[in-house]
């Protein structure tokens, strides 16, 4: 059965960096685009990055565009996501998720997420 | 970017009951509209993508309508597991914007 398993997050001072990394089992990784998508306390659901299944295409947010970079190590069946000069605003649970239906994918599974705090 | 609105943003109802959640794109999205089901401290699940197309797994009382700007998810029959929040979500372009979410609340 499909799994991704988030990993790497915690508490960052604004300004700083964190690497988040998603472990995926079950299906070829290889084969399928995959997404970060993170959720606010309280709030809505908020898409942040896509990278394509051979890593050579990605996407952003225009919220994170610049400071955040998705991507891949098929070898490894694992999905990054590095994220830099982080803000306050970027405290989330951020989820790894799986891409289906290219060009207009929808995500078919998710990770159990990882929480970030930025905070001084 | 595109602007998903869904109404109502909060929803009380009783076991048995039908219920109708309505999603609201800023432009035409033609059928690139998928809907998620997430519960508290959980991930969210896929319920159904491309306006209508029920995920394997997913019970039949649910199900998806509409296409251009105006959608439905139906849920017929309530049952206790599907008190949760509910997100449309447009994929036909880049951001892929979800809704505000539904709170599907126990009446």
């Known amino acids: 059965q499909v799994q991704l398993v988030e990993s790497g997050g915690g508490v960052v001072q604004p300004g700083g960096s964190l690497r988040l990394s998603c472990a995926a089992s079950?299906?070829?990784?290889?084969?399928?685009?995959m997404h970060w998508v993170r959720q606010a306390p309280g709030k809505g659901l908020e898409w942040v990055a896509f990278i394509a299944y051979h890593g050579s295409n990605d996407q952003y947010a225009d919220a994170v565009k610049g400071r955040f970079t998705i991507s891949r190590d098929n070898s490894k069946n694992t999905l990054f996501l590095q994220m830099n000069s982080l803000r306050t605003e970027d405290t989330a649970v951020y989820y790894c998720?799986?891409?289906?239906?290219?060009?207009?994918?929808?995500?078919?599974?998710w990770g159990q997420g990882t929480l970030v705090t930025v905070s001084s | 970017d595109i602007q998903m609105t869904q109404s109502p943003s909060s929803l009380s109802a009783s076991i048995g009951d039908r219920v109708t959640i309505t999603c609201r794109a800023s432009?035409?999205?033609?059928?690139?509209l998928n809907w998620y089901q997430q519960k508290p401290g959980k991930a969210p699940k896929l319920l159904i993508s491309a306006a209508s197309s029920l995920q394997s797994g997913v019970p039949s009382r649910f199900s998806g309508s509409g296409s251009g700007t105006d959608f439905t998810l139906t849920i017929n029959s309530l049952q206790p597991e599907d008190f949760a929040t509910y997100y449309c979500q447009q994929s036909y372009s880049i951001p892929y914007t979800f809704g505000q979410g539904t709170k599907l609340e126990i009446k």
């Open positions: 432009q035409s999205i033609s059928s690139y």
């Open positions: 079950g299906f070829t990784f290889s084969s399928y685009g």
């Open positions: 998720a799986k891409s289906r239906g290219y060009p207009t994918p929808y995500f078919d599974y």
